[in-house]
C-alpha cells in the first residue's frame, strides 16, 4: 500500500510504455552497430596484420611459404571464431534494473478513505510497463526504484504470478484491489506485516467487494498455477522399451491442461520419438504417454521443467512487487532401470539317446532369450553346432567331472572352443542356422554321418557376439547381444550313444553228416567294442550297460531251411537248443564239448535225418545294434543224410608275405568225391590292422567261383584250384575264405574265417631315408661394400638437396 502523492502524470501508462519501448529499442539498435563497427574495424586490422606477416615470410625460402599458409589458415579461422562470437550483441533484459515510475491511472487502484492519501492497488508503473504493487504497508513510496531481486519460486509465487500476468489488463479497479491484498496477504515484508494485520479490517471495508474478489481471485490462481509434475514408467518390452506418462497439476494434485512441459532423461536412454534426452510435450487432463528407447545398461531418472511465472522484490523507499521473467521450475521424476542389450539362451535336444552308426548326427536347436529380456525386432543371429564324435565311456565319465568343460561366466565362444581343443577334443564338423525371434526351433541333419568308431557323440552349439554382422536392412546384431551364448559340452540332452553294427561270419564244421554224428560250428564275430560287457551305464545320461550275452540257436528242419527267420515248432521244425555266450570279438566255437558262456560244455548230435541250423542272436544294447543270423545261411547248415559226402576242402594262401600293391592268391586242395560242374568260392576280406577285427573290412573279392576241372586233377587223385589274383594297398592281413559247392550248388566243405595258412600279410612300404641337407655356401665377395654406396648415393642427395635451396635463395631476392 502506498500513500498517493498530490503530483500527477499527464500521460496515460499506456503511451508512457509504448514511448519507453521504443526509446529502449533505438538504444538496443545503437548499441548493435557500435558493436558491428568495433568488430569490422578489428577484422580489418587483423588482416591488414596477416597479409604484412605472410609477405615477409615469403622472402624467407620455400618452406616458410609452406609454413606461411598454415599460418594464415590457421589465424583465418580464429578470425571467423570471433567474429561468430562478436556478432551476437548481448540482449538486454526486458526488466529494467532501476529507474522512475509513473503514476497509474485511476482504473488501477481504489481509494481508502479511512487511509489518508492511501490507495489499494497499482502504486506505480515502470517506464517497461510492469504494473508495481506494495508489500511494505505504512511505508511512505517514492517515485523511483534502484534495484530488484527474485522471490524465492514457491506455489505462492506462481499463483500469484499467474493472477498478476492474466489481469495486467484488467481495467477494473476492483481486480487490482484484490491484487494488492494477495500481495499484502501472502508476501508482506515481515517488518511490515504486524501493521498490515492491524489494518486489513479497515481496508477491506473501504474497499467494498474486495474480500470477495481477493478470494475467487486466489482460488483461480491456485487452481491454474503449476504446483508440480506427476510422473509414471511402464516398460513395453522389457527394460528396453517403455514409455513415461507425465502430467502437470495444481496445489489440489489436478490436471493443468496446455501447459508446455519438458521432460529429460539422465542416463543410457533416449526418447524414441527424437533420438534426443530431452522432450516437450503439451500437458492434458490424462497423463501425455512419450516412449523411450534405452541405449544401454543401467539406472535412469526423469526430470520434468515447467515455465512458471515469478515475482521480483524491487527496492525503494517502499518496496514493491512486480511480475517477473519467467522461470524454469525443475521437478524431480521417477527412477528405474535400462537394458539395451539381451542374452540369446540355447536349449537343444538330440532326437534319441541311442542312434545307429551310419546315419547323420541330427539335432533340435532352439533358441530363447533370459529371463526379464526381450529378443529386438529385426534381429537375426547366427549360431553354430559343432560336432564331436569317438567319446569312450571312460572320456565321458572322465569329462564330465572335469570342471574343465563347464562354461565360465562371460567366456567368448571362441576361447571354449579352443579350450575344449587343447583338451583333445576336436570337432569332426561343423554347421550354422539363423534365428529371428525368441523361441524359434530349428531341426539339424548334419553332414557328418556316424560309424562304426563314433562311440558317444555331443554336440557344442554357440551363438558368438564377433561372428554376428548387419543384416539385409543394415541392422547390427552385435548391437543388441549381451555375452556370447554357448551350451557346453556333454550336455546331457545334446549327446548320443551311436550302436555299432556286428558282423557274423561262420562255418559249420561238416555240411553233411550221419547220423549221430557229432555237430560243431565256427562263428567269426567282429563289431562289438573291445571293451563291450564292461560298459555299467550311464544314470546321468540315461544309457543303460552292456547286454553280456548273445545267444546260439540250433535248429532242426526236415527240409532245407528257405526263409531268413526260423519258423515256429512244429512236426518238421524244432529248437534243439540254445546256449549262451560272451557278447564280444573273436571266434566262438559252439559244440564239441567246448563251453558256453557259464562253463557248461555243449555237445549237439545229428538225432534225425534232415537239416541243423546255427543261428546267432544278440539282442542289442545301447551301444551295439541287434543282429541276428539268418536261418538259410548255407556256411550254417549240415545236412544228416545215411551216407554224408565225403569231399573235403584244404586251403593255403600262395604268399604269406607281400608288399603293398603285389599280386596273391588262395589254393584250394579238395579230396573226395567231387561231380562234374562242381565249383570253388573265394572270398577275401582286405587289410585289417594288428588290432583290427578279422570279417570287419571291405572285400576285396566276395564268393568269386573258379570252376573245377578235370585238368586241375594231380596224381593222387585231388584238385588244385586256385584263386584270382588280388591286391591291397593297406598294410595289414587279409583273411581268405573257401567253399566247396556241388553241381546243384549245394556246399560240400568249407572251412571258417581265420584258419592257420589262410592269411596274407600286407608289410607296410619301408621309410624313405631323408635327404640330406646341403650346407648353404657364402656368396662371393665381389665389387664394393653396400656401405660404401649408401655413403655416397646420401652425398650426392645432399648436394644436389643444397643446389636446389640455393637457386631459390637467388630466386626470392631478385623477385
Not at 535412469?300 to 521473467?325: E, I, K, M
Request: some cysteine; glycine content about 8%.
Amino acid at each position: 500500500m502506498k500513500k498517493l502523492f498530490r503530483r500527477r502524470l499527464k500521460c496515460s501508462d499506456s503511451a508512457l510504455a509504448r514511448e519507453e519501448r521504443q526509446a529502449v529499442s533505438k538504444e538496443k539498435r545503437a548499441e548493435n552497430n557500435v558493436v558491428k563497427n568495433r568488430v569490422e574495424e578489428n577484422s580489418v586490422r587483423m588482416l591488414r596484420s596477416l597479409r604484412s606477416e605472410r609477405a615477409q615470410m615469403l622472402r624467407t625460402s620455400r618452406v616458410a611459404r609452406i609454413l606461411s599458409l598454415l599460418w594464415g589458415m590457421l589465424l583465418s579461422v580464429a578470425l571467423l571464431v570471433v567474429l561468430c562470437l562478436n556478432v551476437q550483441p548481448q540482449i538486454a533484459s526486458a526488466k529494467p534494473a532501476g529507474g522512475h515510475l509513473a503514476r497509474p491511472s485511476k482504473s488501477l487502484f481504489m481509494l481508502l478513505p479511512s487511509f489518508k492519501g492511501y490507495v489499494l492497488g497499482v502504486i506505480g508503473v515502470s517506464e517497461n510497463g510492469d504494473y508495481l504493487y506494495c508489500h511494505q504497508w505504512g511505508v511512505d513510496s517514492t517515485w523511483t526504484f534502484s534495484n530488484s531481486r527474485q522471490i524465492p519460486d514457491s506455489p505462492q509465487t506462481r499463483s500469484m504470478g499467474y493472477l498478476l500476468e492474466k489481469y495486467h489488463n484488467s481495467s477494473n479497479p476492483l481486480d487490482h484491489a484484490a491484487l494488492a491484498t494477495l500481495i499484502h496477504d501472502h508476501f508482506d515484508l515481515d517488518s511490515s506485516r504486524p501493521q498490515w494485520n492491524a489494518s486489513r479490517a479497515r481496508v477491506m471495508s473501504d474497499a467494498p467487494g474486495v474480500e470477495q474478489r481477493a478470494t475467487e481471485l486466489w482460488a483461480e490462481g491456485t487452481s491454474h498455477a503449476v504446483a508440480g509434475t506427476e510422473v509414471t514408467m511402464a516398460y513395453s518390452q522389457a527394460k528396453r522399451r517403455g514409455r513415461v506418462s507425465v502430467r502437470v497439476t495444481n496445489a489440489s494434485g489436478e490436471s493443468l491442461n496446455n501447459v508446455p512441459v519438458t521432460v529429460r532423461l539422465h542416463g543410457p536412454a533416449h526418447f524414441e520419438s527424437n533420438n534426443s534426452d530431452s522432450i516437450t510435450v503439451t500437458s492434458a487432463a490424462d497423463p501425455v504417454d512419450v516412449p523411450w528407447v534405452a541405449t544401454g545398461e543401467g539406472e535412469v531418472s526423469t526430470s520434468q521443467s515447467v515455465s512458471v511465472q515469478t515475482l521480483d522484490d524491487v527496492d525503494s523507499a517502499q518496496n514493491f512487487v512486480r511480475l517477473g521473467d519467467n522461470h524454469e521450475a525443475v521437478f524431480q521424476g521417477i527412477r528405474f532401470d535400462v537394458r539395451k542389450v539381451f542374452q540369446p539362451e540355447i536349449r537343444t535336444q538330440v532326437p534319441s539317446l541311442i542312434d545307429e552308426a551310419g546315419n547323420a548326427m541330427s539335432d533340435s536347436v532352439q533358441v530363447g532369450v533370459m529371463s526379464g529380456d526381450a529378443w529386438e525386432k529385426g534381429v537375426t543371429l547366427k549360431a553354430t553346432g559343432y560336432a564331436y564324435t569317438g567319446l569312450t565311456h571312460e572320456k565321458v565319465a572322465q569329462l564330465s567331472a572335469d570342471e574343465k568343460i563347464q562354461v565360465r561366466d562371460g567366456e567368448k565362444a571362441a576361447d571354449y572352443i579352443a579350450r575344449l581343443r587343447e583338451l583333445g577334443l576336436e570337432s569332426v564338423g561343423t554347421e550354422q542356422i539363423e534365428f529371428t525371434d525368441a523361441g524359434q526351433t530349428r531341426d539339424v541333419h548334419s553332414s557328418v554321418i556316424t560309424d562304426e568308431e563314433s562311440k558317444f557323440t555331443t554336440w557344442v552349439w554357440t551363438i558368438a557376439r564377433d561372428e554376428q554382422g548387419e543384416d539385409a536392412d543394415g541392422k547390427d546384431a552385435r548391437q543388441w547381444m549381451d555375452k556370447d551364448a554357448i551350451s557346453g559340452l556333454l550336455d546331457v540332452k545334446e549327446s548320443t550313444s551311436t550302436r555299432q553294427h556286428v558282423s557274423v561270419d561262420s562255418t559249420v564244421s561238416e555240411h553233411s553228416a550221419e547220423l549221430g554224428a557229432p555237430l560243431t560250428d565256427r562263428i567269426t564275430i567282429a563289431g562289438f567294442p573291445d571293451d563291450h560287457g564292461e560298459f555299467t551305464g550311464n544314470e546321468r545320461f540315461g544309457w543303460k550297460a552292456d547286454e553280456r550275452l548273445a545267444t546260439v540257436r540250433v535248429y532242426w528242419s526236415a527240409d532245407k531251411p528257405d526263409s531268413v527267420v526260423a519258423p515256429a515248432d512244429d512236426d518238421t521244425h524244432q529248437l534243439v537248443g540254445q546256449f549262451e555266450y560272451e557278447a564280444r570279438n573273436g571266434v566262438l566255437a559252439v559244440g564239441g564239448g567246448k563251453p558256453d558262456a557259464h562253463g557248461e560244455p555243449v555237445y549237439i548230435y545229428a538225432d534225425r535225418l534232415g537239416y541243423y541250423a546255427f543261428v546267432y542272436g544278440f539282442a542289442g544294447d545301447d551301444r551295439v545294434m541287434p543282429v541276428t543270423s539268418a536261418w538259410n545261411d548255407e556256411w550254417e547248415c549240415t545236412r544228416v543224410v545215411k551216407t554224408p559226402h565225403s569231399a573235403s576242402i584244404v586251403t593255403h594262401v600262395d604268399k604269406s608275405e607281400v608288399m603293398p600293391g603285389e599280386d596273391f592268391a588262395d589254393i584250394a586242395r579238395v579230396e573226395g568225391a567231387v561231380s562234374e560242374g562242381s565249383t570253388v568260392s573265394f572270398t577275401a576280406y582286405d587289410a585289417a590292422d594288428s588290432g583290427g577285427e578279422m570279417g570287419a573290412t571291405p572285400v576285396l573279392i566276395k564268393e568269386e567261383k573258379v570252376a573245377i576241372t578235370p585238368d586241375m586233377r594231380a596224381d593222387d587223385g585231388s584238385y588244385e584250384v586256385r584263386s584270382p589274383s588280388v591286391r591291397s594297398q593297406t598294410p595289414g592281413i587279409v583273411y581268405w575264405k573257401a567253399t566247396l559247392r556241388g553241381a546243384d550248388g549245394t556246399i560240400l566243405a568249407s572251412h571258417g574265417l581265420g584258419v592257420a595258412g589262410e592269411q596274407t600279410e600286407i608289410k607296410p612300404p619301408p621309410d624313405t631315408p631323408k635327404t640330406p641337407e646341403k650346407p648353404s655356401q657364402p656368396l662371393a665377395r665381389t665389387g664394393i661394400s653396400l656401405v660404401r654406396v649408401a655413403a655416397a648415393a646420401a652425398t650426392a642427395m645432399l648436394a644436389y638437396g643444397l643446389l636446389v635451396a640455393a637457386r631459390t635463395l637467388w630466386r626470392l631476392r631478385h623477385e
